[in-house]
Nanobody, 115 residues
């Protein structure tokens, strides 16, 4: 079992920044890729960014250049630095961890961007 707890969301104005964190605990030795997803009201959950154990990253096109994913394996924590926030970034942001063939999810953290 893997437990994931996100934090760092909030209400911000357009153009501001946030840093989301995801603390992992439990059987973390088996975690490979970790990722951030988001789900806006009325929309499907979508991949925002992912990072492998080796540090390889990939980003969704809408966030390239504004979002940075990173992980601190010593602290078992995943981060998402979000800069130049836009109203369309408003969503619940979820942390995901791939543990062997299983997917684990956090409970989500709300990010709301006002114009």
């Amino acid at each position: 079992q893997v437990q994931l707890v996100e934090s760092g969301g909030g209400l911000v104005q357009a153009g501001e920044s946030l840093r989301l964190s995801c603390a992992a605990s439990g059987r973390i030795f088996g975690i490979n890729t970790m990722a951030w997803y988001r789900q806006a009201p009325g929309k499907q959950r979508e991949l925002v960014a992912a990072i492998t154990n080796g540090g390889d990253t990939n980003y969704a096109d809408p966030v390239k250049g504004r979002f940075t994913i990173s992980r601190d394996n010593a602290k078992n924590t995943l981060y998402l630095q979000i800069n130049s926030l836009k109203p369309e970034d408003t969503a619940v942001y979820y942390c995901n961890a791939k543990w062997f063939s299983l997917d684990y999810w956090g409970q989500g953290t709300q990010v709301t961007v006002s114009s």
